[in-house]
Structures are given as C-alpha cells and as structure tokens.
C-alpha cells in the first residue's frame, strides 16, 4: 500500500510475507495433522556386514497429507522444531515405534531394536527420560529394544546437558547411537566419556566411496576410532556393492541404505522377516 510510504518497503518484502505466512500454515496444518493421525512411520533395515542379519530398522516419519500427498520429513521437521511440535510429534513417534516393535515380537518376528530419530529440542525438553519411560511402559516394549539417534552436532551443543541426559537414558537401559557422525567436530577426548553404543558415519561420506579417497579416509578412520573405543559402527547411505566391498574390507559393523532396503512400512517388514509365525 503505497500510502504507508518508502521506509515501510522493507516490512513488506514480498518474501518475508511469504516465508512467514507458509510457516504459519504449516504450523496449523501439522496440528492438525496430529489431531487427524496424519503422521505414519517407515521402517529402514539396518544389517551386520558379516551375518547379513537385520538386527535393527531406524523409524523416519512421514506426512500422509490430505492434499499433498506424502509429505518427507526435511520439509515439515525444520519447522516443527522452530514452533516446539515436535515435542508432541516426536511423543507419537516414541510410542509407534515402541508400539510396532512390541506387536512384531508378539508375532514371532526376530526381535529387533527400533531406531528414533530424536531431535534437539526434544532431546532438551526437561522430562524427556519420563516421556522414554512412557512409551516404554505403554508399549511394554522392554528397554534394550530401544535405540535413541541423536546427531553429533546437537551433542556439541551442550556436552554436559548432553552427557547426563544419555546417560540417564543408558541407565533405563535404552541405546543410544551418534547420527551423521564425522559432521559435527567431536573431540575425541569428549567422544571417550559419551555413553554411546554406536557411531553412524554420516551419508555424505558414503555417497563417492567407492572413487574419493578424502572419504576413503574419513570412513577408515571412524571404523577405525570405533573398534578402539569399543563402538559398533554402521554406515548409511550404502546404495552400491562397491561401497559395500569397501565397507568389509574395512570391518565396518552394519550398513543401511537402497542397497539392502529403502525405508518401508510396517506390513513390508513382516514380510521381509519372513512373516508372523502360527
Ligand atoms: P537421518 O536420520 O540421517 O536419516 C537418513 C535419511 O537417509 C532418511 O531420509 C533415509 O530415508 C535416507 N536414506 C537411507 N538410505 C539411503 C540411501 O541409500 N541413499 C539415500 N540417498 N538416502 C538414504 P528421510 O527419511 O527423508 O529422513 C530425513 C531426515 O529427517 C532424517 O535424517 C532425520 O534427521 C529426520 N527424521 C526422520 N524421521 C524423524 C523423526 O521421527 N523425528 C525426527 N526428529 N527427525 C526425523
Ligand atoms: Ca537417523
Ligand atoms: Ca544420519
Ligand atoms: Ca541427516
């Protein structure tokens, strides 16, 4: 409106509007989303190199969304975590998660640790270890088939609120693994003290495997760090067999990725387990 003059020009750049106006409705829309179950989760198998066993799926999220279709989550997670939605988001996915794992033991299946995602507003959250314990006693799904995913950058953050909150996590018995490791600068020093079973070596160090040796290095090198201190390490993003002969030639632990498995649902899970037993 030209009447309010040249200084306001600023106030009404036509991105800003947009931006914030997008971010508001999708704010409303992922309320709503919760409120209507529009939320469901995939499953991606996580396998040993050496067995070839699937001893683990990681759950990722996805929007069902009434007009978009199905929506990923780098296009709603960002802003559930600026509006705090992710906290109640990321309840529903502890108690899914836990929920399915429970259903598959009942049903015969192998028993199998289930992956979450959690995020670093939720990891900050004053009662994250009681709303652990919720989904646990909820689901009946008993600790140690739990595995928590937290990135190596939010445990920089803050270490020590980091420490004690996966150490309080360790001691209900749940697992917990570092997610894109290799991106976020731990010191080594501080990764000794991490009540850590895992090492996840970051997708983007997998991708050229096969042809750059910077990520040739930095792979060997986290396999490597993990056998000393005693960490189980697993790749993501493993789409070739070259990555994959890479991989053993190194002792890497596990992989994950299109190679074995994209993430799917529940029922194809079933499935690929073989199926319920009778
Ligand atoms: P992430 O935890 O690093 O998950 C790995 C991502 O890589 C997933 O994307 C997965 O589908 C994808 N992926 C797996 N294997 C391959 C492969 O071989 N090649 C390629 N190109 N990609 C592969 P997705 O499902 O879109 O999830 C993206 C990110 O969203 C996740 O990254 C995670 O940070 C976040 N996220 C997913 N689900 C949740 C959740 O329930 N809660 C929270 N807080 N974050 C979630
Ligand atoms: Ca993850
Ligand atoms: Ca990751
Ligand atoms: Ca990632």
């Not at 991105?15 to 914030?20: A, G, P």
């Not at 999708?26 to 179950?37: I, M, T, V, Y």
């Not at 789409?239 to 990725?257: K, S």
């Amino acid at each position: 409106a030209k009447e309010f003059g040249r200084d306001n020009f600023q106030f009404y750049a036509p991105e800003f509007n947009i931006r914030t106006q997008e971010k508001f409705v999708l704010q409303e829309e992922l309320r709503n989303g919760l409120a209507h179950s529009e939320f469901t989760l995939l499953y991606q198998p996580q396998v040993d190199l050496r067995s070839g066993r699937i001893f683990a799926v990681e759950a990722l999220i996805r929007w069902k969304h009434p007009m978009r279709g199905m929506v990923a989550p780098d296009a709603f997670i960002p802003t559930a975590e600026e509006t705090g939605l992710i906290v109640p988001i990321g309840d529903w996915v502890l108690h899914e998660a836990c929920r399915q794992n429970k259903e598959w033991q009942d049903a015969g299946l192998p028993p199998m640790t289930v992956c979450v995602n959690v995020s670093a507003r939720q990891f900050r959250e004053k009662n994250l270890i009681g709303r652990v314990v919720d989904a646990l006693s909820a689901s009946g799904l008993e600790a140690r088939y739990l595995e928590v995913e937290v990135t190596e950058s939010l445990i920089m953050q803050d270490i020590d609120v980091a420490v004690a909150t996966m150490n309080a996590l360790q001691n209900l018995g749940v697992q917990i693994s570092i997610d894109d490791f290799g991106t976020g600068y731990s010191s080594l020093s501080a990764l000794k003290t991490f009540p850590v079973a895992r090492l996840k070596i970051d997708k983007s160090f997998i991708n050229d495997l096969a042809t750059d040796e910077n990520d040739q290095a930095v792979a060997s090198a986290v396999i490597s760090l993990g056998q000393k201190l005693n960490l189980r390490v697993i790749a993501e993003g493993v789409e070739t067999d070259d990555q994959v002969a890479f991989l053993r030639e190194n002792n890497c632990d596990e992989m994950q990725g299109y190679h074995f498995s994209k993430p799917i649902s529940a029922q194809d899970i079933e499935k690929l387990l073989g199926g319920p037993k009778d």
